[in-house]
């Protein structure tokens, strides 16, 4: 479990499942993505999710906002967290810190909160020399995260993504890259 000043990171229970679906199925959430998931396979994906962390410790964690301030305290509102990314590409085999918070949970700065955490943990309890983070080029929600985040952009590191068609719109996905030393100078010079 990882906690920062205003969320908790924790495992998944089932009572996240109908929320989790919610978002899944929510075409603002889901508008870089190939399309929205049925509550069938959102189970199965947090089922997927779910497993990676018990087996390693890390991976996609449940985020409930813990904010007496908050009209959401108490509420899971989706997940962040890290993943390994196998399939191919130039910049595989990667660990990408990746983000999906249902639509009211925008707008409050808990993705980059939340990856700021998971990015320390990475580098630190687990040793990661550098963690990526992708996604569709117009994903400009996103971008501003990884932009928040330190992290930086090579255009000759533009790809397509295999699982996504060729003939998509989203095919083409920008990779930002976020070496060690870049997060630590970054976190040292931090007040
Ligand atoms: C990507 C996603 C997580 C970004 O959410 P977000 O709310 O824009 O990002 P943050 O949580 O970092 O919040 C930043 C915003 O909160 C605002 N904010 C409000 N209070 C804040 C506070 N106390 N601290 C920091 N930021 C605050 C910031 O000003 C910023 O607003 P802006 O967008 O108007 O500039 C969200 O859009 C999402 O879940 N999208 C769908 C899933 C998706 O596409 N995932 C990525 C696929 S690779």
Redesign the pocket.
């Known amino acids: 479990m990882l906690t920062t000043d ?1 969320l908790l990171l924790r495992d998944w229970t089932t009572d996240d499942l109908a929320p989790f679906a919610d ?1 899944n199925a929510d075409p ?6 190939p399309a929205p998931l049925d509550r069938a396979a959102s189970d199965a994906l947090a089922r997927r999710i779910r497993d990676r962390l018990t087996r390693s410790g890390w991976g996609l964690w449940a985020v409930e906002v813990a904010d007496p301030g908050s009209e959401l305290d108490g509420e899971f509102i ?1 997940f ?1 967290g890290l993943i390994r990314q196998d399939f191919a590409a130039h910049f595989t085999p990667a660990i990408e810190v ?6 009211a ?11 700021r955490a998971v990015l320390h943990h990475g580098f630190v309890d687990r040793g990661f020399d550098e963690i990526v ?4 080029r117009g ?1 400009a ?2 971008r ?2 990884m932009e ?1 985040l330190g992290m930086t952009r090579d255009p000759a590191d533009d790809f397509d993504h295999p699982s996504v068609p060729a003939d998509s719109d989203l095919v083409r996905h920008v990779l930002y890259r976020l070496p060690r030393p870049t997060w630590q100078a970054a976190a040292v010079a931090r007040p």
């Open positions: 205003r978002l603002d959430v889901m508008r870089y993505f989706g962040t990746g983000w999906r918070l249902r639509r949970a925008w707008g409050h700065g808990y993705a980059t909160e939340a990856a983070s992708m996604t569709a994903n929600r996103s501003a995260v928040r």
